[in-house]
């Protein structure tokens, strides 16, 4: 019986599966503070402080909240999740593409690789989908926000796609990570993944699965290529096209032929691989065979 190639899925999160950054829909406001401003006082402080934006963000996050009177509980966050707003497609994507994975011989693993928020992403009506959710989290005292946990910047995203090559997905696994991995033994190569995002603080992650074999993706909102065509002019994606996860839209139509052809690609190695034994095995047995009828000689 023939066996199914797994294609493992990564996607950023903010505006390239939702229409906005997450904590533009309600947290911000409920601060009583504007998009603008709060992105630029977050800037400012990272700048200020010589601070990772990532980081930046958390801490003005966990500041303003404390200064209105209104900890983050996570509990919190997670209903936050409920408020966000997605691309057209994307609440039937997955059942749609793993349905046409399942018929072409294919289990899709989906992935989250994003800087925005862990216990949103989870909470939103997307969150039982993916496998795992690598974003950044707080560390929780008393219920109550008090530090960050796991800060995601752009270039630490890269750490989590060989977690998933090598099938090492605890955040907290470094010494299994770090050891030699033959390519061999690796669940999922990266031939066999496509990445998914919008716009620079992918290109990490789009150029190393891109470099490696795989596909990268950039999705724009409609009319908006400017970043896409840069992207694609520097050579850092294999394909561009609108945020638009429907059955009839490009994507779709994108991501199976790009499937198709890992399928075939996957086959082709495994029998390379079994051909590549089978000489092994019999160069090992002429050997053996020689060695035994010089003893006997």
């Known amino acids: 019986m023939a066996r199914n190639t797994v294609v493992a899925i990564m996607y950023d999160f903010d505006k390239t599966l939702t229409t906005q950054d997450m904590q533009e829909y309600t947290f911000i406001p409920k601060l009583g503070m504007s998009n603008s401003e709060f992105w630029l006082r977050a800037a400012t402080l990272a700048k200020k402080e010589r601070m990772d934006n990532i980081l930046a963000y958390m801490k003005l996050m966990l500041d303003e909240s404390r200064a209105k009177n209104q900890p983050i509980h996570r509990i919190d966050l997670v209903k936050l999740g409920r ?6 497609g994307v609440r039937t994507w997955f059942e749609d593409i793993n349905r046409k994975g399942g018929e072409m011989g294919i289990t899709l693993e989906h992935y989250i690789i994003s800087s925005g928020l862990k216990e949103v992403i989870e909470g939103s009506l997307i969150g039982k989908e993916f ?10 005292e008393n219920n109550v926000a008090s530090w960050p946990k796991l800060a995601v910047n752009y270039t630490a995203k890269t750490q989590f796609l060989f977690r998933i090559n090598k099938g090492v997905l605890d955040v907290y696994e470094d010494k299994e990570l770090n050891a030699f991995t033959p390519e061999s033994n690796r669940p999922i190569p990266f031939r066999n993944m496509i990445y998914i995002g919008d716009g620079l603080t992918d290109v990490p992650c789009m150029k190393l699965v891109k470099a490696n074999g795989g596909k990268s993706i950039a999705v724009h909102k409609k009319d908006d290529l ?5 992207l694609m002019k520097d050579n850092r ?3 561009f096209t609108e945020a638009n996860y429907l059955k009839d839209g490009q994507l779709f139509s994108l991501v199976t032929t790009i499937l198709t052809k890992m399928k075939a690609d996957d086959e082709l190695a495994m029998m390379h691989g079994n051909m590549l034994r089978q000489a092994n095995e019999e160069e090992t047995e002429k050997e053996s065979t020689n060695l035994t009828k010089g003893h006997q000689d």
């Not at 496998?131 to 929780?140: D, F, T, V």
């Open 83 to 88: 408020d966000l707003q997605f691309f057209p």
């Open 131 to 140: 496998k795992e959710i690598y974003a950044s989290e707080y560390l929780y």
């Open 226 to 230: 400017q970043v896409c065509k840069k």
């Open 237 to 239: 994606i294999d394909f």
